[in-house]
């Protein structure tokens, strides 16, 4: 069983571009979680969604920041206008159903904005 | 999410056991003690995770103290794979929230 896989493993933007992380949950997961590393610090909590719906973004910034999980497909966090402040590491997590305790993440995207 | 608090660093000596505290001193009945760790460049990883009785898995123990305030994350037997950043956080009963990363115990383990 595959694990949570995250693509692309690095990528370097220059400010004012998009960004765009893609995130393919474990077979059979359907909660997805999307975390932020700034150099040096610890993760933070950005959004929560489950299939087609936004759970919980109460930790995503209001502006620039979205994110999806469609019906089909991976699930997409996108930064628009891109600033060096977003330059981090970006970790997707998965878990099968809302009472499943365990997280189980992927091996992040660095994104570095020149 | 109630607060936890963690060494910054701890060090210890390959094949002996390891015993890393949290204070959790306001915990509430419904909270749930999880440990995640992170290799260096790597996603965290999940380690274990208790309510109120003592668990054991095959990556290691948690003891979690009467009241609740307190517990330690125990390996048993330290190797250099387990040089990581260890982060003990609360989470609510029902699970399905996102979680909250304090600083965490970075461990060094000396050959």
């Known amino acids: 069983n595959a694990g949570v896989m995250q693509n692309p493993r690095h990528l370097v933007r220059r400010r004012g571009q998009e960004a765009r992380l893609r995130c393919s949950p474990m077979?059979?997961?359907?909660?997805v979680y999307w975390y932020r590393q700034l150099p040096e610090e610890g993760l933070k909590f950005m959004v929560y969604?489950?299939?087609?719906?936004?759970?919980?973004e109460s930790g995503m910034p209001k502006e620039r920041f979205s994110a999806e999980f469609p019906k089909e497909g991976p699930s997409i966090l996108r930064i628009q206008q891109v600033v060096r402040g977003d330059s981090a590491a970006y970790f997707c997590?998965?878990?099968?159903?809302?009472?499943?305790?365990?997280?189980?993440f992927g091996p992040g995207t660095r994104l570095t904005v020149t | 999410d109630a607060k936890t608090t963690q060494p910054n660093s701890m060090e210890s000596n390959e094949e002996e056991p390891v015993h890393l505290p949290c204070n959790h001193s306001?915990?509430?009945?419904?909270?749930?003690i999880h440990w995640y760790r992170q290799l260096p460049s790597q996603g965290p990883e999940y380690v274990i995770h208790g309510l109120t009785s003592n668990v054991n898995n095959r990556m290691a123990s948690l003891a979690i103290a009467e009241d609740r305030k307190s517990s330690t994350l125990i390996l048993h037997r330290a190797t250099l794979r387990d040089a990581a950043v260890y982060y003990c956080?609360?989470?609510?009963?029902?699970?399905?929230?996102?979680?909250?990363f304090g600083k965490g115990t970075h461990l060094i383990i000396q050959p």
């Open positions: 306001t915990i509430s009945g419904t909270d749930y």
């Open positions: 969604l489950q299939k087609e719906n936004i759970i919980d």
């Open positions: 997590a998965s878990s099968p159903t809302r009472d499943v305790y365990e997280q189980y």
């Open positions: 956080i609360l989470r609510s009963g029902g699970g399905a929230d996102g979680l909250t």
């Open positions: 077979k059979g997961h359907s909660h």
